[in-house]
């Protein structure tokens, strides 16, 4: 069992690095997280190995839509560097993903209008973060000091290899999945703030540029499209999904596992809300009576929604979204306070609250 305090310790050493070179490694931080979450086992465990094609699946999430166009008065129109110097691979690519499949900014909808693209991009990215980002996160000083996994290839692996039986294959190092995903709500906002002051350096806009910090993680970089919105008001009956009161004609959408903790955008993960309770939500996980409400409705009541969402490629995935629900409630200590209603927080039994989202993995 490698000792939490040690993987905190490191990864925190690692997002503090200096002189950054690329935005890589932070991408590769937050890929294994995402990735490790949105494989949570039944009990919200997260998986003990990773394959590389998944790392590179989160990378893509990661940067697709950050290579659209930042069109801030403060900076060149076009996409942004995200490499001290010389050319990116990686982000070459994804821009070329993007721009194949029409400006798509998730991974869904790049999988529908470019196909091809898509596994060409991921061909690229997996081969790229397996030689450079993969092998030199846990250097530290120069030194090698692996704290999170081990892999068995160097930086001359092919793609043959990776996809070989057996390869490709990234070993947690003992329970270090679970802790980073324990860590989700300390590392990503770190991770966030460190990439953006490295583009804003490498582009020349102002640190504190709010506008660069949504243009690259803000939950409102996507617009919701009013079939979406329409749905989503059909399947609620027209009223709020927390209170149930009708719903005022400026609804809005609510990710019920809180942005800021795992980014979902798949239709499993919204409902419309009334500003007040959305206001009032804000980063809190749902009590269990919202929870179960939420299992329900999308065991039961979502099939128009994710068949629009699938004919729009839209993204929809009830297994990664519950997935991700299991994590963020996975490792919560006794006594956190679950959101219940307006104004409202409670601790709940966490026991009782996880056994709700405890099913299999179908299939
Ligand atoms: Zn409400």
Redesign the pocket.
């Known amino acids: 069992m490698s000792e939490p305090g040690l993987v905190a310790e490191r990864l925190l050493r690692v997002i503090d690095e200096g002189q950054r070179t690329a935005t890589y490694k932070l991408a590769l931080i937050l890929a294994l997280l995402d990735a490790s979450a949105s494989l949570a086992d039944a009990n919200g465990k997260a998986p003990q190995r990773l394959h590389t094609r998944v790392v590179a699946e989160q990378v893509v999430r990661l940067y697709l839509p950050q290579v659209r166009s930042y069109l801030g008065a403060d900076a060149e129109d076009g996409p942004l560097r995200q490499i001290s110097s010389g050319k990116s691979v990686t982000l070459r690519a994804v821009l070329a993903l993007h721009l194949a499949a029409g400006g798509a900014t998730t991974l869904e909808a790049a999988r529908s209008r470019a196909p091809g693209e898509l596994e060409r991009c991921l061909d690229e990215v997996e081969l790229n973060f397996a030689r450079f980002p993969v092998l030199r996160l846990q250097v530290l000083g120069g030194v090698p000091l692996p704290f999170l996994y081990d892999v068995d290839w160097t930086e001359n692996v092919s793609l043959g290899r990776l996809h070989a039986p057996g390869g490709g294959s990234i070993r947690f190092r003992d329970g270090a999945s679970d802790q980073l995903v324990q860590l989700a709500s300390l590392v990503r906002p770190l991770v966030e703030v460190h990439w953006v002051r490295q583009v804003a350096r490498w582009n020349g806009i102002d640190v504190e540029s709010e506008q660069l910090r949504r243009h690259l993680f803000g939950a409102d970089r996507v617009a919701f499209p009013a079939w979406l919105r329409g749905s989503l008001a059909e399947v609620q009956d027209g009223r709020?999904?927390?209170?149930?009161?009708p719903l005022p004609a400026a609804a809005q959408v609510d990710h019920v596992l809180p942005w800021s903790r795992f980014p979902n955008d798949a239709v499993e993960n919204l409902v419309l809300?009334?500003s007040?309770?959305?206001a009032s939500k804000r980063d809190f996980l749902v009590g269990i009576d919202h929870l179960s409400t939420w299992v329900r409705r999308n065991r039961c009541d979502l099939g128009a929604t994710t068949a629009a969402a699938t004919e729009r490629g839209w993204p929809t995935d009830p297994d990664r979204s519950a997935a991700l629900m299991r994590a963020g409630y996975a490792h919560l200590p006794e006594g956190t306070p679950l959101w219940i209603g307006?104004n409202r927080v409670a601790a709940e039994d966490l026991v009782a609250v996880r056994s709700v989202l405890a099913f299999d993995r179908p299939g």
């Open positions: 709020c999904f927390y209170c149930a009161e809300a009334d007040r309770c959305n307006r």
